[in-house]
């Protein structure tokens, strides 16, 4: 199959959290196997159904150590197509214009893996003996917990000595990256609003004010990048009678995106015990939590301090539903961390509220001055690349395989700010092509 054509097909597949990424796997295997690779499915249950993991190594024998090349394929889910202008405003519908695929999944990071598997097919075809034999792994559920990686690593599926984790780095290496906490909030309505709401839906004549809030979206790890439609609406709360009654609160479409639209029905009959009293007081705890961030800084991150994004809002029948992440430096120790989740946890008690952690992924580095960064970093001056380390503000596969023990570096092509985890995502077709050289010559100076 052509390589460009490809990468359509498999950006045309919705890998999104609702639909699962089996399907892309399925493309990605058949797209192995045409190269001449051997392709193992792991196939797992989930919530959605059936999930699959692929693994793919140059011939069905397993031995020893091996470097690992890992690839998430899920991807996050769109947002509001209109807002996808550059590809008629359909997400999986892959747009070429000025060099670069426009696309879900373009840059975060479906194309790279199909860049790695053609690495891996040009140097088993003309060299099937390998010292430290290469694996090519493509994960499922990054963007809901990464519980494919945490499927693969408990059922040792693979034996990794050095681990090359795909990530839009724009060609860079990256060493080290910031952990990850995702919350979720239940903030009860009182017996009074559930009894109010009820009957106010059923009444013939009744009058409510909507109010919409507009954004920009951006991944949760660069906050600052983004524009909070949600932090607009809770901030417009704040300026209103906090008695009034919430008919409907919406926002956002996940923990892990800064919303770019946010919803808000509002009846401004008082109420008793509101539940707008409480959302209110949490997000004041927020707002603390976020300027005592501000205090721990790290000069090799942008952002250089913690972050937190409050990434959807959602109205059910007895509560209403927060949810949202935190990044946390590598300097941050665990009394600290903790410190922090018991501030929320008990401004949420306070509140009649419940908090709870749902996923916690610890911050991850590697050495400088390991065999695999030098030489890595090396090829990338023989490529004319930039060669310097950097460190990400997001949190990706490589948190969990470096419990291994592992020596792990994130790479990949395309850009992160202003361009993963928002519309009109986009890669160049010339970095993929540099990535593809980058991955050849990876696997020649450590397997061969």
Same mark, same amino acid.
């Given at each position: 199959?052509?390589?460009?054509?490809? =990468?359509?097909?498999?950006?045309?597949?919705? &890998?999104?959290?609702?639909?699962?990424?089996?399907?892309?796997?399925?493309?990605?295997?058949?797209?192995?196997?045409?190269?001449?690779?051997?392709?193992?499915?792991?196939?797992?249950?989930?919530?959605?159904?059936?999930?699959?993991?692929?693994?793919?190594?140059?011939?069905? $024998?397993?031995?020893?150590?091996?470097?690992?090349?890992?690839?998430?394929? /899920?991807?996050?889910?769109?947002?509001?197509?209109?807002?996808?202008?550059?590809?008629?405003?359909?997400?999986?519908?892959?747009?070429?214009?000025?060099?670069?695929?426009?696309?879900?999944?373009?840059?975060?990071?479906?194309?790279?893996?199909? =860049?790695?598997?053609?690495?891996?097919?040009?140097?088993?075809?003309?060299?099937?003996?390998?010292?430290?034999?290469?694996?090519?792994?493509? %994960?499922?559920? @990054?963007?809901?917990?990464?519980?494919?990686?945490?499927?693969?690593?408990?059922?040792?599926?693979?034996?990794?000595?050095?681990?090359?984790?795909?990530?839009?780095?724009?060609?860079?290496?990256?060493?080290?990256?910031?952990?990850?906490?995702?919350?979720?909030?239940?903030?009860?309505?009182?017996?009074?609003?559930? +009894?109010?709401?009820?009957?106010?839906?059923?009444?013939?004549?009744?009058?409510?004010?909507?109010?919409?809030?507009?954004?920009?979206?951006?991944?949760?790890?660069?906050?600052?990048?983004?524009?909070?439609?949600?932090?607009?609406?809770?901030?417009?709360? /704040?300026?209103?009678? @906090?008695?009034?009654?919430?008919?409907?609160?919406?926002?956002?479409?996940?923990?892990?995106?800064?919303? &770019?639209?946010?919803?808000?029905?509002?009846? #401004?009959?008082?109420?008793?015990?509101?539940?707008?009293? +409480?959302?209110?007081?949490?997000?004041?705890?927020?707002?603390?939590? @976020?300027?005592?961030?501000?205090?721990?800084?790290?000069?090799?991150?942008?952002?250089?301090?913690? %972050?937190?994004?409050?990434?959807?809002?959602?109205?059910?029948?007895?509560?209403?539903?927060? &949810?949202?992440?935190?990044?946390?430096?590598?300097?941050?120790?665990?009394?600290? #961390?903790?410190?922090?989740?018991?501030?929320?946890?008990?401004? =949420?008690?306070?509140?009649?509220?419940? #908090?709870?952690?749902?996923?916690?992924?610890?911050?991850?580095?590697? &050495?400088?001055?390991?065999?695999? %960064?030098?030489? =890595?970093? /090396?090829?990338?001056? $023989?490529?004319?690349?930039?060669?310097?380390?950097?460190?990400?503000?997001?949190?990706?596969?490589?948190?969990?395989?470096?419990?291994?023990?592992?020596?792990?570096?994130?790479?990949?092509?395309?850009?992160?700010?202003?361009?993963?985890?928002?519309?009109? $995502?986009?890669?160049?077709? /010339?970095?993929?092509?540099?990535?593809?050289?980058?991955? %050849?010559?990876?696997?020649?100076?450590?397997?061969?």
């Amino acid at each position: 199959m052509e390589f460009v054509q490809a =990468c359509r097909e498999f950006i045309s597949i919705d &890998s999104t959290p609702s639909q699962g990424a089996k399907a892309a796997a399925e493309f990605a295997a058949k797209f192995c196997r045409d190269l001449g690779l051997h392709v193992e499915e792991q196939i797992e249950s989930s919530p959605l159904g059936e999930e699959a993991n692929i693994i793919v190594r140059p011939n069905a $024998e397993r031995q020893g150590l091996e470097l690992l090349l890992q690839n998430h394929l /899920d991807t996050v889910d769109p947002g509001p197509f209109h807002l996808w202008s550059v590809t008629g405003n359909n997400p999986f519908d892959a747009t070429i214009v000025d060099k670069k695929i426009y696309g879900l999944g373009s840059a975060d990071v479906k194309l790279d893996f199909l =860049c790695k598997a053609r690495a891996l097919a040009e140097i088993s075809s003309r060299n099937p003996n390998f010292k430290l034999p290469p694996v090519l792994v493509g %994960t499922y559920g @990054e963007e809901t917990g990464m519980m494919g990686c945490l499927k693969l690593i408990r059922k040792n599926k693979v034996n990794p000595k050095f681990a090359l984790i795909g990530e839009p780095t724009n060609l860079h290496l990256a060493n080290a990256a910031k952990g990850f906490v995702s919350v979720e909030i239940i903030i009860p309505f009182s017996q009074d609003e559930i +009894k109010y709401r009820s009957e106010h839906n059923l009444r013939e004549s009744t009058s409510t004010q909507s109010k919409v809030f507009h954004g920009v979206s951006a991944h949760s790890a660069h906050p600052h990048l983004g524009d909070s439609a949600i932090v607009k609406m809770l901030t417009y709360l /704040d300026m209103i009678p @906090e008695s009034v009654a919430i008919m409907e609160i919406d926002g956002g479409s996940n923990y892990n995106t800064v919303p &770019s639209h946010a919803f808000l029905e509002l009846d #401004f009959t008082p109420v008793s015990n509101p539940v707008n009293s +409480k959302i209110r007081n949490i997000f004041a705890a927020i707002k603390i939590l @976020e300027n005592e961030f501000k205090n721990h800084k790290d000069s090799g991150y942008s952002p250089d301090h913690p %972050t937190l994004n409050i990434g959807l809002i959602r109205t059910l029948e007895d509560h209403i539903l927060m &949810s949202g992440s935190c990044r946390i430096l590598p300097s941050i120790n665990q009394d600290t #961390f903790d410190k922090w989740m018991d501030f929320l946890r008990t401004s =949420c008690l306070k509140n009649e509220s419940q #908090f709870r952690i749902t996923d916690y992924k610890k911050p991850f580095s590697s &050495s400088e001055t390991s065999i695999f %960064t030098k030489g =890595c970093r /090396d090829i990338l001056s $023989e490529m004319n690349l930039p060669n310097n380390l950097t460190s990400l503000s997001s949190t990706n596969e490589s948190s969990l395989i470096a419990r291994l023990k592992v020596d792990c570096l994130c790479f990949g092509p395309g850009l992160r700010e202003n361009n993963i985890h928002t519309p009109n $995502e986009h890669v160049l077709v /010339d970095d993929l092509e540099k990535a593809t050289t980058f991955y %050849t010559k990876v696997i020649e100076r450590f397997c061969l």
